[in-house]
């Protein structure tokens, strides 16, 4: 079975910090990683995508893949309490272009 | 703005009363998925649709049905529900150059 694995945290660190999430996935054939963001009733929300080994930027945001270890992260830097939230990472089925399996997600949670 | 419509946001059924969740788009994206979240769990595709192709998850109850009239709208039906399908219900559109799917706000089925 095709799975995306998460720690569930929470991950708990303290303001202007930088927080590090984590997710590993068992299909190799997988081509297109995400990471949306979830707050607490709320629906996910998009807020980085990664095709490539190697690190893209946004903003504050860093995603990193590692192909060969499946293995892609999310750093965000300069953590703010607004980013409290639980992150899911998302991976594409490797025979489908379109079809997303999520991780179960990390929580997140950013000390004043 | 184009976006991912649900309605209701919220949904109070009975047990086994039949209840339908809606979801319209303006992406004119042509797929679109229905998503069971349930408390700190990942999304758990039940099908998709391909534009008219219906496609659904081998482990989606036979309790759940969906239609989709046009390009812009999607159902979910809920044939009988119990008390194990209270969780969020999450619509979502992607395409072919889409990155990513657009989630709708969600629906927060309730079944007392």
């Known amino acids: 079975q095709k799975e995306v694995e998460q720690n569930s945290g929470p991950l708990s660190v303290p303001e202007g910090a930088i927080a590090s999430l984590n997710c590993t996935y068992s299909?190799?054939?997988?081509?297109?990683f995400f990471w949306y963001r979830q707050y607490s009733g709320k629906s996910p929300e998009l807020i980085m995508f990664?095709?490539?080994?190697g690190d893209k930027e946004d903003g504050r945001f860093t995603a990193q893949l590692n192909k060969a270890s499946q293995y892609v992260s999310l750093l965000i830097r300069d953590s703010q309490p607004s980013d409290s939230a639980t992150y899911l990472c998302a991976v594409n089925e490797g025979d489908s272009s379109y079809k997303l399996i999520f991780g179960s997600g990390t929580r997140l949670l950013v000390r004043p | 703005d184009a976006m991912v419509i649900q309605n209701p946001r919220y949904q109070v059924t009975q047990f086994g009363k039949p209840v339908t969740l809606s979801c319209s788009q303006t992406?004119?994206?042509?797929?679109m998925y229905w998503y069971q979240q349930k408390s700190s769990q990942a999304p758990k595709l039940l099908f998709h649709y391909y534009d008219k192709d219906f496609n659904n998850e081998a482990d989606t109850p036979d309790n759940f049905q969906s239609r989709r009239p046009n390009t812009s709208f999607c159902f979910l039906d809920i044939r009988s529900p119990g008390l194990g399908d209270a969780a969020m219900y999450l619509c979502?559109?992607?395409?072919?150059?889409?990155?990513?799917?657009?989630f709708g706000s969600g629906t927060r089925l309730t079944v007392v």
């Open positions: 299909d190799r054939g997988s081509q297109s």
């Open positions: 979502a559109t992607s395409s072919r150059t889409a990155q990513g799917y657009t």
């Open positions: 992406l004119n994206h042509n797929v």
């Open positions: 990664i095709y490539s080994n």
